[in-house]
């Protein structure tokens, strides 16, 4: 049971993780939709426990893709196989974001408010950036950064490829609403619970169909902020 409630936590923390993955595109490209896919997925010391080796295999299929207009983006995270789907709109020209949450079945809504009063967390956090560890991912030169976040006792690393040809206005890291990079990561790893998980760029068009903003939330039951923090846990969400 312990292992089910780890490997229901580690989505938890992977959706609040993409929270406030988003797009605003003021500069160079404009528009677009760029698919990340996990490609590493490892959990040392895991190795014999079925529950874990599972998750592990669900999670080899994880993506995450980012849909963007100069007013509106959309970033949609699957972190096991349509088990954990975590949709996260964002609307300038209303100033309104909204999360939309799959999780095993169980639909949420959550009404972040206005863009521009979303609440800020004010994480600890430090960032070291490599100019010098380059390299180009989809044509895009990209260099090495490095963060370390604390949040309420609690500590993740991880290591991005960051691209200036894309801009990106809101972080990549729940805790952080405002981005604190020049650019777009093309390529992310991050440690936490035990977990090595690896996200790398491998698409990117600058056309695509603009009804993927239009989402149905019929279906949906609606939350509020706190008690989804409270279904995580609280610090990264787990």
Same mark, same amino acid.
């Given at each position: 049971?312990?292992?089910?409630?780890?490997?229901?936590?580690?989505?938890?923390?992977?959706?609040?993780?993409?929270?406030?993955?988003?797009?605003?595109?003021?500069?160079?490209?404009?528009?677009?939709?760029?698919?990340?896919?996990?490609?590493?997925?490892?959990?040392?010391?895991?190795?014999?426990?079925?529950?874990?080796?599972?998750?592990?295999?669900?999670?080899?299929?994880?993506?995450?893709?980012?849909?963007?207009?100069?007013?509106?983006?959309?970033?949609?995270?699957?972190?096991?196989?349509?088990?954990?789907?975590? $949709?996260?709109?964002?609307?300038?020209?209303?100033? #309104?974001? =909204? /999360?939309?949450?799959?999780?095993? +079945? &169980?639909? %949420?809504?959550?009404d972040m408010g206005s863009i521009s009063e979303i609440e800020d967390y004010e994480e600890d956090y430090t960032i070291e950036i490599y100019e010098d560890d380059r $390299?180009?991912?989809?044509?895009?030169?990209?260099? #090495?950064? =490095? /963060?370390?976040?604390?949040?309420? +006792? &609690?500590? %993740?690393?991880m290591e991005f490829y960051i691209t200036e040809q894309i801009k990106t206005m809101a972080s990549l890291v729940a805790q952080i609403p405002e981005n604190p990079f020049?650019?777009?990561?093309?390529?992310?790893?991050?440690?936490?619970?035990? /977990?090595?998980?690896?996200?790398?760029?491998?698409?990117?068009?600058?056309?695509?169909?603009?009804?993927?903003?239009?989402?149905?939330?019929?279906?949906?039951?609606?939350?509020?902020?706190?008690?989804?923090?409270?279904?995580?846990?609280?610090?990264?969400?787990?």
């Amino acid at each position: 049971m312990r292992s089910l409630n780890k490997f229901i936590g580690i989505f938890l923390a992977l959706a609040f993780f993409g929270l406030s993955t988003e797009l605003t595109a003021q500069t160079k490209i404009t528009s677009g939709h760029l698919i990340l896919q996990a490609t590493d997925v490892k959990m040392p010391g895991m190795q014999g426990n079925p529950e874990m080796e599972m998750a592990m295999e669900m999670l080899k299929d994880g993506s995450m893709e980012i849909y963007f207009t100069e007013d509106k983006s959309l970033s949609v995270h699957d972190m096991a196989a349509g088990m954990s789907v975590t $949709k996260t709109l964002m609307d300038s020209q209303n100033d #309104r974001g =909204v /999360m939309y949450m799959n999780m095993m +079945g &169980q639909k %949420m809504k959550i009404d972040m408010g206005s863009i521009s009063e979303i609440e800020d967390y004010e994480e600890d956090y430090t960032i070291e950036i490599y100019e010098d560890d380059r $390299k180009e991912i989809l044509g895009f030169d990209a260099y #090495r950064v =490095v /963060m370390k976040v604390e949040a309420q +006792g &609690q500590s %993740m690393e991880m290591e991005f490829y960051i691209t200036e040809q894309i801009k990106t206005m809101a972080s990549l890291v729940a805790q952080i609403p405002e981005n604190p990079f020049p650019g777009t990561a093309l390529k992310m790893s991050m440690n936490m619970m035990g /977990m090595e998980l690896t996200f790398e760029a491998v698409e990117f068009n600058e056309k695509f169909d603009t009804s993927v903003f239009d989402i149905d939330d019929s279906q949906y039951r609606e939350m509020d902020m706190d008690a989804l923090q409270q279904m995580g846990g609280g610090g990264f969400g787990f």
